[in-house]
Nanobody
Framework: QAQLVESGGGLVQPGGSLRLSCAAS????????MGWYRQAPGKQRELVAD???????NYADSVKGRFTISRDNAKNTVYLQMNSLKPEDSAVYYC??????????????WGQGTQVIVSS
């Protein structure tokens, strides 16, 4: 099994910045795509950004130029640097990863979520 633990959420004023982190642990053989999703009240969960093991990235149009996803493969950790935050970025942010567990194959894993509130 594997676990994803997020940190870094909180309350920030419009125009401010936050950095989210997500660390994977467990009997990990390899981690493939890692990503961040978000879900605002009354809305569906949506992809914010993802990154392959080789570093190729993909962003939602709404965050391009403001958010940066990165990962440290040695630490099994993915980051999301969020700049120029807007009230509409307020949501619960979830980490996601495709993880190959030693002896058990590959499965999709989710973190517990971290709240981001952008408000003055």
């Amino acid at each position: 099994q594997a676990q994803l633990v997020e940190s870094g959420g909180g309350l920030v004023q419009p125009g401010g910045s936050l950095r989210l982190s997500c660390a994977a642990s467990g009997s990990i053989f390899a981690i493939y795509v890692m990503g961040w999703y978000r879900q605002a009240p009354g809305k569906q969960r949506e992809l914010v950004a993802d990154i392959t093991r080789g570093g190729s990235t993909n962003y939602a149009d709404s965050v391009k130029g403001r958010f940066t996803i990165s990962r440290d493969n040695a630490k099994n950790t993915v980051y999301l640097q969020m700049n120029s935050l807007k009230p509409e970025d307020s949501a619960v942010y979830y980490c996601n990863a495709g993880i190959w567990i030693t002896g058990r194959g590959t499965n999709d894993y989710w973190g517990q979520g971290t709240q981001v509130i952008v408000s003055s």
